[in-house]
C-alpha cells in the first residue's frame, strides 16, 4: 500500500505539475513577445524622430529658401553639387516613410529636442526591478534547452524524495539503493565532462545535476539510513565542494558552480528528518561555505556568492528564531564567527578580483550586509550576558578597522571606496561599543575618543565639516564630563569615572592635536593642535591631581612623579622619536618651575624639603630634569632657554 501510495502521489504531482509547467512557458514566451514589440515600437519611434529633424533653411545664390534636408539624406542641388547622383533609398528598406515635422507627436517632438537623460519614474523603476527579477527567476526555463534544464530539476527532487522513501520503505538492501543514486551521479557527471568541449552547455547542465545527486546521496546516506559515520560524511563532502570548485574554474564555468552549491544548500531540506542536529547542519553548511570562499578566491561570481550568503544566513535566523536556547551559545557563537569571517573576507575578495575596468568594486549586500546581519544575530545571543554585546562590538570595530587599514596600505588606492566601506563600519560597531559598556553616568567622556577616530577618518578623506564636526563633538564631551562627572570618584583610586573619563578626554585631545599637526600648512585647522594639546595636557593633570588629592597619603611624592614621567614621556616622544612637535618640547622644559612651586610647598608645608620619602623622588625627578634639559639643547629656540633651564637647576 506504502508503494501504491507513492505511485498515485507522483501520478497527482505530475497532473498537476505539468499543466502548471506550460502555463509558466506560455507566461514567459508571452512576455518575451510583448517586449520584443515594445522594443520594435521604441526603435520606429527613434527612426521616426531622427528622419523628421529639426528643419534647416538653406538659401541659394538668388536668396531663395530651399528644401530642408529630406528624409534620405540629399541636399539640394544648389547646397551639394554632388547630391544630385545620390538617390533616397528605397522605402521599404529603411522603414517607414519620412514624416513631417509638423506631424510628429508632442511626445517624440520633446526627445528630439531634450535628448538628455530624464529622471525615471519610481513607479517605472520599482516595475522594472520586477521585470528584471522575473527574468533572472525564468531564465533558468528558457535559456538553452529548456527541457533538459526542467528535466535536471525534476531529477534531483524525485532522487531526494526517492531517496527519503527508499530509507523508510524498501525491500531492496539499503546499502545498493544508495549506491545505485550514486552511480546515478557519477554516469551524469562523467558523460557531462565528455560533452564539455563539443556541447558545453548541455555537458555542464549534467556535471550540475550529477554533482548535485551525488551530494544529496551522500547527505541522506548519513543523515537518513545511518550508512555513513560523521567523519566518513564530512570527508566525502569536503573532497566533492573541492572536486566542484575544481571543475567550475576549469571550464569556467558559473552556472556549473551555481547549479552545485545550490543541490548541495537544498539537500538537508530534502533530506530532513526533524532531528535538530544543528551541528550536523552548520558543519555541512560550512564545508559547502569552503567551497563558496575557493570560487571567490580565483573568480568575481557574485551571485553564487549571494547564494552562499542568503542561504546560510538565511537557515541561521530561523534556526535563531525557533530553535537557539542559551545552552547553544558556544558551538552556535562558533559557527556564526565562522560564517562572519569567510563572507567578510568573500566581499574583499570580490572587489580585488574584478576584471581592470571594474577594479575595486564593492558588491554593497556582502559588505554591509554581512556586519548587520552578524550583529543583529549576536544582539539576540549574548543579551543575558554582561558586556558581551559590548565586546562583541569592540571586536567587529577593530576587525573592520584593520581591514580597511590593510585595503588602504597594501592594495592600492583603486580599492579606497573598499578601505572607506570597512573603515566605516569599524567606526560604527566602536561607536555601538561604548554605550553597551560603559555606564551612563561616564560614558561620554568615551565619546571624546569617538571623535578623535571620526576626525582622523574625516582628515584621510578631506571632509572639512566632518572635521569641524569631530572638534565640536570632542570639546562638547569634555564640556558634558565636566558638569556631570567630574566629582565622581568613586571608592577606588584611580579606577573610577572621574579619572578613567579625564583620560579618555585627554587621551582623544592628544591624538587629535597631533593629527592636526601634521597636516599639511595649508590646512584649514591646523592652527587648532596647540589649543587641543593644551586641552589634553589639562585634562591628564587635573585627573591625576584630584586622585592624588583624594587618595594619596604623601601629596609631594605623588605630585614629582607625576610631572616629572609626563616631562619625560614628552621628550622621549619629541626628541628619541623624533616628532620636532613644539608644543611637547615647551611642555616638557616647564618642569623646572614647577619644581621650584613644589620646593615652596614642601617648605612651608614640612618646614624643609628633603623630608622622607619625599627626598628618594626628589633625586629621580632632579636627574630626570637634568636629562630632559640635555636632549632639550639641540631644540631651535634662543640659546638663553638653555642658558636659564641649567642656571635654574
Not at 83 to 93: L, M, N, V
Not at 439 to 460: C, F, K, N, P, T
Request: charged share 10%; with cysteine; glycine share 8%.
Amino acid at each position: 500500500m506504502d508503494f501504491l501510495g507513492f505511485i498515485i502521489t507522483a501520478i497527482v504531482l505530475l497532473a498537476i505539475g505539468l499543466p502548471v509547467a506550460i502555463i509558466v512557458m506560455f507566461w514567459v514566451t508571452r512576455n518575451k513577445t510583448n517586449q520584443l514589440q515594445q522594443q520594435l515600437d521604441e526603435l520606429r519611434i527613434q527612426v521616426v524622430a531622427l528622419a523628421a529633424g529639426p528643419a534647416v533653411a538653406v538659401k541659394d545664390t538668388q536668396n531663395e529658401v530651399v528644401d530642408p534636408i529630406s528624409a534620405s539624406g540629399t541636399v539640394s542641388s544648389e547646397q551639394s553639387p554632388e547630391a544630385e547622383s545620390t538617390e533616397a533609398p528605397p522605402e521599404d528598406q529603411w522603414g517607414p516613410p519620412p514624416v513631417a515635422a509638423s506631424s510628429i507627436p508632442p511626445a517624440v517632438a520633446s526627445v528630439t529636442h531634450d535628448p538628455g537623460p530624464r529622471a525615471k519614474n519610481p513607479v517605472d523603476h520599482f516595475e522594472d526591478l520586477l521585470r528584471r527579477a522575473g527574468n533572472a527567476m525564468t531564465s533558468y526555463f528558457t535559456d538553452g534547452n529548456v527541457f533538459v534544464r526542467i528535466g535536471l530539476l525534476v531529477l534531483f527532487f524525485g532522487v531526494a524524495f526517492l531517496l527519503k522513501y527508499a530509507a523508510e520503505n524498501s525491500s531492496i538492501p539499503l546499502e545498493f539503493r544508495f549506491m545505485g543514486a550514486a552511480v546515478g551521479g557519477l554516469v551524469l557527471l562523467v558523460f557531462g565532462w565528455r560533452l564539455r568541449l563539443s556541447k558545453a552547455i548541455y555537458g555542464l547542465l549534467l556535471q550540475g545535476g550529477g554533482i548535485g545527486v551525488i551530494y544529496i546521496t551522500i547527505f541522506a546516506a548519513f543523515r537518513l539510513a545511518d550508512l555513513l559515520p560523521p567523519s566518513l560524511t564530512f570527508v566525502l563532502l569536503v573532497f566533492f565542494s573541492a572536486f566542484t570548485v575544481a571543475l567550475a574554474i576549469l571550464q569556467d564555468s558559473k552556472a556549473l558552480a551555481i547549479y552545485a552549491v545550490l543541490g548541495g544548500f537544498l539537500a538537508p531540506f530534502l533530506a530532513s528528518t526533524g532531528s535538530g542536529n544543528y551541528i550536523g547542519l552548520f558543519s555541512y553548511y560550512s564545508v559547502l561555505n569552503a567551497a563558496v570562499f575557493a570560487v571567490a578566491w580565483f573568480r568575481a561570481w557574485r551571485s553564487l556568492n549571494l547564494l552562499g550568503f542568503i542561504f546560510t544566513f538565511g537557515v541561521f535566523v530561523l534556526w535563531v528564531a525557533f530553535d537557539y536556547r542559551p545552552e547553544h551559545l558556544y558551538p552556535t557563537s562558533a559557527f556564526l564567527l565562522l560564517f562572519f569571517l569567510m563572507y567578510s573576507l568573500i566581499g574583499v575578495l570580490y572587489a580585488l578580483r574584478q576584471p581592470e575596468h571594474l577594479t575595486g568594486l564593492v558588491d554593497g549586500t556582502l559588505v554591509f550586509g554581512t556586519p548587520v546581519i552578524v550583529s543583529g544575530l549576536l544582539m539576540v545571543m549574548l543579551h543575558d550576558y554582561a558586556y558581551g554585546i559590548a565586546g562583541a562590538s569592540a571586536a567587529m570595530g577593530f576587525y573592520y578597522i584593520v581591514l580597511a587599514r590593510y585595503a588602504w596600505k597594501h592594495v592600492g588606492e583603486e580599492f579606497r571606496l573598499l578601505a572607506e566601506a570597512m573603515l566605516a563600519i569599524g567606526v560604527v560597531f566602536a561607536t555601538l561599543a561604548i554605550p553597551y559598556a560603559l555606564d551612563g553616568h561616564w560614558s561620554s567622556a568615551a565619546w571624546a575618543l569617538e571623535a578623535a577616530g571620526i576626525l582622523w577618518v574625516s582628515i584621510r578623506q578631506n571632509r572639512f565639516y566632518a572635521q569641524c564636526f569631530a572638534i565640536v563633538l570632542q570639546v562638547g564631551s569634555g564640556v558634558l564630563f565636566f558638569m556631570r562627572n567630574i566629582d565622581d570618584i568613586g571608592n577606588t583610586a584611580w579606577l573610577n569615572p572621574a579619572f578613567l573619563g579625564g583620560v579618555f578626554i585627554a587621551l582623544g585631545a592628544f591624538i587629535s592635536a597631533r593629527m592636526l599637526y601634521l597636516q599639511a600648512p595649508g590646512f584649514k585647522l591646523s592652527l587648532l593642535h596647540v589649543p587641543f594639546y593644551s586641552w589634553a595636557m589639562a585634562w591628564w593633570l587635573i585627573s591625576a591631581l584630584v586622585q592624588i588629592d583624594e587618595y594619596a597619603q604623601h601629596q609631594i611624592s605623588a605630585w614629582l612623579l607625576l610631572f616629572g614621567a609626563t616631562a619625560a614621556l614628552l621628550v622621549y616622544l619629541d626628541r628619541l622619536r623624533e616628532w620636532n612637535w613644539m608644543p611637547a618640547a615647551i611642555n616638557a622644559a616647564l618642569l623646572l618651575p614647577v619644581l621650584m612651586l613644589i620646593a615652596l610647598y614642601s617648605l612651608f608645608d614640612n618646614d624643609h624639603i628633603l623630608v622622607i620619602p619625599d627626598l628618594y623622588f626628589w633625586i629621580a625627578v632632579l636627574g630626570t630634569s637634568y636629562w630632559i634639559i640635555e636632549k632639550l639643547e639641540t631644540m631651535t629656540w634662543p640659546s638663553w632657554v638653555n642658558i636659564a633651564a641649567h642656571t635654574g637647576l
